[in-house]
């Protein structure tokens, strides 16, 4: 089982800031790291140490023998780490403890790579921050001059835990972001200098493919608030926004503390990964009329006898042209929750 640490309630990143491997017969820690060091600062490596880490990992099986190959995850001070599992090798006296670390991170592979970092706010500054939540989406690219897979991560940053900016309000005052990282295997960080700014969702489309990637700057309060779906050529991922001018407030009962909020806006994203161009139209996203807010959001069902795709969100269904022509595959999917 591989997990991250989870959530800080302080909001001080001292919590929640490991990655986990636990045998899972046993219960038994077989990986524990907390920095771009592992735990080993003491050989000489200046450690970059992760924040909480409340996002799934994405797991990659970049050659198809059944074993992983690549992690990639996110935190909560906006960086995507990736750990390489193909060549993890167990130290030669591993300690005795239940929940040491017991894989050679100098001799072998699994030392974590800072792939990308946000823009951190400067001290005594907290804003602007760029957490991020959700697992990213991992698109295959070729390879690069050494044989090892190239790979594109997509992910999106926003709170999700402070849904309404409650406990941040200076949140709403910022632009949150979707990246899209290309990962050559170079050894190379990336920030925001790196990539293309596409600063709106209705912002003209690109004729050619930033080489190194993009982010799309949402608009204010709007934040990313579930996992990201690549079909195709295409993302999906959706947005909630807890302030979009012009939502009615919310009918309740006079005695309701909820009574007279905004109801918010959700939207879909569709986006051709290779540019962040938009997949339909002229806008990246489009305003979901019947989902106030969405959670685990897109599922992708069937295909019609005319190639159409027809996926779902909580509240509606649409149905269009397959990204990519008839032939698309899906290259990730989530399972439908079952309510009663």
Known sequence: AI????????????????????????????????????????????????????????????????YIDLLYFGDLKGRMWKVDLTDLRFLSSPPAGRFDNKIDLVSG???????????????????PFYPIYYRPTVITLGYNVSGRPALGIGFGTGDRDDITSKAEPLALTFKQRFYYVVDRNNGTTRTEADLFDITSSTAASLTTAPL?????????????NADSITVGSVIFFTTFNPLEAGNPANPCAANSPDCGLANGTARLYRVFYSTGNPYIGGDRGETQQQGGFLSEPVYFQSRDQEGNL?????NTVKKEHAPGGKRTTVKSWKERSRRP
């Open 3 to 66: 997990f991250g640490g989870g959530f800080d309630r302080e909001r001080l990143n001292r919590r929640g800031n490991w990655l986990y491997m636990v045998d899972v017969e046993t219960g038994k820690v077989l990986y524990r790291v907390n920095s771009s060091c592992g735990i080993n600062e003491g050989s000489g490596c200046s450690p970059t140490y992760f924040a909480s880490i409340p996002s799934e990992p994405a797991a990659i099986d970049g050659n198809g023998d059944g």
């Open 109 to 127: 592979s699994g030392q974590p790579f800072l792939l990308f970092e946000a823009p951190q706010p400067v001290a005594p500054a907290v804003h």
């Open 212 to 224: 190194n990637g993009w982010f799309l700057e949402l608009a204010l309060g709007e934040r990313i």
């Open 310 to 314: 027809i996926y779902t969100t909580e």
